[in-house]
Structure formats: structure tokens, C-alpha cells
């Protein structure tokens, strides 16, 4: 079996098992973490229903995110950060809290703040 045949039948069974799950990723402002990890889950299965929300956002998101995001091509320049408290837990199936951290000084730091999300969020996604 090819890997490439073998990549498709894993990218159609973690689909089907994900259809129509509904995702919150809480994160403290919703300024980095959460959108990137947000996006993330939404990159491993497309039919997943994924919402971002902070405990107390920001007023916009980190525009060195926006740009380290554009890399993987995900384009959040637009993302508006949103209250954890507007949402109900009961709504959804699964919960990813981020990881803490504080909002990197340098590019070089957003990228390994992005690959290790990436990575986490990876693992979260295997086990549901």
C-alpha cells in the first residue's frame, strides 16, 4: 500500500469520525493561541466546528500571529477575538484548552510558538 493511499484512508476515517463534532479552544485572550490552534483543528478535518474564545480578550488578534499563521496559509487577519462566556460548554463535544504563554517578542519566537501548537493540537485531534 502506497503511503499516499494510505494518507487518504486515514484522512477519510478521521473525517467520518468527526463530522459535525463541535470544538471549543479556550485560551486566556484569544489573541494567539486559541485562533492558531483553532485553525489548526480545522486543517486535520474540514467537517469540524471549531470556535476560539478567551477567558479575557483582546481587542484584536497579534499581528506577528497574523503573519506566521499566513505561512501555513491560514489567513486570520480578520479574526475578531471572542468571549469564552458567550458560549456554553454544553454545546459542544470536545474542549482543547491552550496551553498558557505569553505573547512572543519576535518572529523567530511566534514560529516555534505556532509548530509546537501545531504538534499539540495534532495530538489532541488523534485522541478524539
Same mark, same amino acid.
Given at each position: 500500500?502506497?503511503? +499516499?493511499?494510505?494518507? =487518504?484512508?486515514?484522512?477519510?476515517?478521521?473525517?467520518?469520525?468527526?463530522?459535525?463534532?463541535?470544538?471549543?479552544? /479556550?485560551?486566556?485572550?484569544? =489573541?494567539?493561541?486559541? &485562533?492558531?490552534?483553532?485553525?489548526?483543528?480545522? %486543517?486535520?478535518? &474540514?467537517?469540524?466546528?471549531?470556535?476560539?474564545?478567551?477567558? +479575557? &480578550?483582546?481587542?484584536?488578534?497579534? &499581528? /506577528?500571529?497574523? !503573519?506566521? !499563521?499566513?505561512?501555513?496559509?491560514?489567513?486570520?487577519?480578520?479574526?475578531?477575538?471572542?468571549?469564552?462566556?458567550?458560549?456554553? /460548554?454544553?454545546?459542544? %463535544?470536545?474542549?482543547?484548552?491552550? $496551553? %498558557?504563554?505569553?505573547? $512572543?517578542?519576535?518572529?523567530?519566537?511566534?514560529?516555534?510558538?505556532?509548530? %509546537?501548537?501545531? +504538534?499539540?493540537?495534532?495530538?489532541?485531534?488523534?485522541?478524539?
Amino acid at each position: 500500500m502506497s503511503k +499516499n493511499f494510505s494518507f =487518504a484512508v486515514f484522512s477519510y476515517f478521521c473525517g467520518m469520525i468527526t463530522i459535525g463534532m463541535k470544538i471549543l479552544v /479556550l485560551s486566556e485572550t484569544d =489573541a494567539c493561541c486559541g &485562533p492558531m490552534a483553532a485553525a489548526f483543528l480545522r %486543517d486535520y478535518s &474540514p467537517s469540524l466546528e471549531v470556535v476560539s474564545a478567551g477567558d +479575557n &480578550p483582546s481587542e484584536t488578534v497579534e &499581528p /506577528l500571529m497574523v !503573519m506566521v !499563521m499566513k505561512e501555513c496559509l491560514a489567513d486570520l487577519s480578520g479574526y475578531q477575538p471572542k468571549r469564552a462566556s458567550d458560549f456554553s /460548554l454544553s454545546d459542544f %463535544d470536545a474542549v482543547y484548552r491552550c $496551553p %498558557d504563554c505569553l505573547s $512572543p517578542k519576535s518572529v523567530e519566537a511566534y514560529r516555534r510558538l505556532r509548530d %509546537d501548537l501545531k +504538534n499539540e493540537t495534532y495530538l489532541f485531534f488523534r485522541h478524539l
